[in-house]
């Protein structure tokens, strides 16, 4: 069985990333007019075919009369996501099951 798996003290398994949805692999504060690029190694975690999904949120309030474009995310090996493109401050979440 791959994964991660928690055990309390009378060694019955407490948590296991097998049975949860989803468990945050990093989070990434994307400056606006900026790239970013991560590494991550979901060996690390025990995962042999990891599954990833992002999330983002604008960190500041848009003004009515200006639009807001979010960074792109991309996965460029299974274990790099680059960011680019945004005109807004963005938080990413990586996300791996």
Same mark, same amino acid.
């Given at each position: 069985m791959e994964g991660l798996r928690i055990f309390n003290s009378a060694g019955? =398994? &407490?948590?296991d990333s097998t049975t949860v949805t989803w468990n945050l +692999? #990093?989070?990434i504060? =994307?400056?606006a007019y900026s790239a970013t690029q991560s590494h991550y190694h979901p060996e690390v975690l025990n995962f042999t075919t990891p599954t990833y999904a992002t999330m983002r949120f +604008? =960190?500041?309030a848009v003004p009515d009369d200006?639009? #807001?474009i979010m960074c792109s995310v991309t996965a460029t090996d299974s274990t790099t996501f680059t960011t680019t493109g945004?005109? #807004?401050d963005? &938080? =990413?979440l990586i996300l791996i099951r």
């Amino acid at each position: 069985m791959e994964g991660l798996r928690i055990f309390n003290s009378a060694g019955s =398994v &407490i948590y296991d990333s097998t049975t949860v949805t989803w468990n945050l +692999l #990093a989070s990434i504060y =994307v400056s606006a007019y900026s790239a970013t690029q991560s590494h991550y190694h979901p060996e690390v975690l025990n995962f042999t075919t990891p599954t990833y999904a992002t999330m983002r949120f +604008l =960190v500041n309030a848009v003004p009515d009369d200006q639009e #807001a474009i979010m960074c792109s995310v991309t996965a460029t090996d299974s274990t790099t996501f680059t960011t680019t493109g945004g005109t #807004a401050d963005t &938080i =990413v979440l990586i996300l791996i099951r």
